[in-house]
């Protein structure tokens, strides 16, 4: 069975307690990731409390981690006994195994885990997502997952269901993305946000009580918990074919546009690029249509100079943030005191002064750079 991407990357997830009764279940998107110096490996990302029982004051979600994990790929009719185990990787995120304190109940941020799938042979060649580097307010999303679990199979296959279309981001901040639109299930909760584009955006956390809360933890801020554990992201762009790339158009660094070349300096960041042997060509995909093969220069091996350019790029992301503040109190008060129009260049041209930086940085990290832009080609998982 064929399914396509965003939604072949998207895990069924249960947890079953001691007896191997079902207890929770819930989703996991999968992701390529390279621990240290270790060959590649596909993992799953999902909430903590998909995987956790009744608390010892009986909330659910909030208790101990549950005996037995369980998984099962998209794009295939569900069987019992096809469930696949895995087990919580504690050294890319440390997780608390027993009951959640209550006063941390309501940190978004922390429930998240990363899953070892323990039959590594069962998910090679699996489609994992393409991450986002940015995203922006208002801007469209969809939330893949299972509402209901089992119950949400057609016809017994595990496809995952696809929220309605008028989900946005409304906001983004500490590592939340609050969304607005229409509810999910309790079963969304692990699946993936992704942007019109497909990028994951955010790993979706509902709750219990009635209405579901629209938000999730922003993924570029999961991206980079992991790096800070050695867990890097492994780019999603293979070479393309000397005959495909001649069917595409090329680009300069000079068209990107603020979030591609955000995308390119965090790559650049990466072990997998400043650690590459001179001359060896690099190949990144910045989203789901551009495709970038990068030569690393000397420059990208002095730690100094990549402290410079993350500098930058965190400067980048205040200022944009800013910006989209300033308009924001600007639309509720157009006619106050304030004089946001002034304020608003001025961190316009603060912030492209630092993104022609930012461009400089590029252009010197790497003695070759080749970008083709090419439609947006809709994945299929393997039959």
């Given at each position: 069975m064929s399914i396509d991407y965003p939604q072949n990357t998207v895990w069924y997830v249960e947890g079953h307690d001691a007896y191997g009764q079902v207890v929770t279940s819930g989703s996991a998107v999968a992701v390529r990731l390279r621990h240290g110096d270790d060959p590649a490996e596909t993992y799953l990302l999902t909430c903590s409390h998909v995987v956790r029982g009744l608390s010892s004051d009986r909330q659910k979600g909030h208790g101990e981690i549950l005996s037995s994990i369980k998984v099962w790929p998209p794009g295939r009719g569900f069987d019992d006994d096809d469930g696949i185990a895995a087990h919580i990787q504690q050294d890319a995120k440390a997780t608390n195994l027993n009951d959640v304190p209550v006063d941390k109940r309501l940190n978004v941020t922390d429930d998240w885990l990363l899953l070892r799938i323990d039959d590594d042979t069962s998910c090679r060649?699996?489609?994992?997502?393409?991450?986002?580097?940015?995203?922006?307010n208002d801007q469209p999303v969809s939330v893949l997952g299972y509402p209901t679990g089992r119950d949400s199979f057609v016809d017994n296959n595990i496809i995952p269901t696809k929220s309605p279309q008028n989900i946005t981001i409304r906001s983004q901040s500490n590592g939340v993305v609050q969304l607005t639109g229409s509810v999910t299930e309790p079963g969304m909760s692990g699946g993936g946000v992704f942007d019109e584009h497909g990028n994951f955006v955010g790993l979706h956390r509902a709750n219990y009580k009635g209405a579901i809360q629209l938000h999730g933890v922003y993924a570029p801020k999961i991206r980079q918990w992991l790096g800070e554990n050695d867990y890097l992201v492994v780019s999603e762009a293979p070479r393309l074919p000397d005959a495909e790339e001649a069917d595409t158009e090329q680009a300069d660094v000079a068209e990107l546009t603020v979030s591609q070349i955000q995308a390119i300096s965090e790559f650049m960041l990466t072990r997998e690029f400043y650690d590459a042997p001179s001359g060896t060509i690099v190949n990144c995909a910045v989203g789901t249509s551009l495709y970038v093969r990068l030569a690393p220069s000397a420059f990208v091996s002095d730690p100094m100079q990549r402290l410079q350019l993350k500098g930058d790029l965190e400067l980048l992301r205040v200022q944009l943030a800013a910006i989209q503040g300033l308009r924001r109190r600007q639309t509720i008060n157009p006619t106050g005191p304030?004089?946001?129009?002034?304020?608003?260049?001025?961190?316009?041209?603060?912030?492209?002064?630092?993104?022609?930086?930012?461009?400089?940085?590029?252009?010197?990290?790497?003695?070759k750079i080749t970008i083709f832009k090419r439609p947006i080609v809709t994945r299929r998982s393997k039959s």
């Open positions: 060649g699996a489609d994992t997502v393409v991450w986002a580097e940015a995203i922006s304030v004089a946001y129009e002034i304020l608003i260049q001025e961190q316009v041209e603060a912030s492209t002064s630092t993104e022609e930086t930012i461009r400089e940085r590029v252009s010197l990290f790497a003695e």
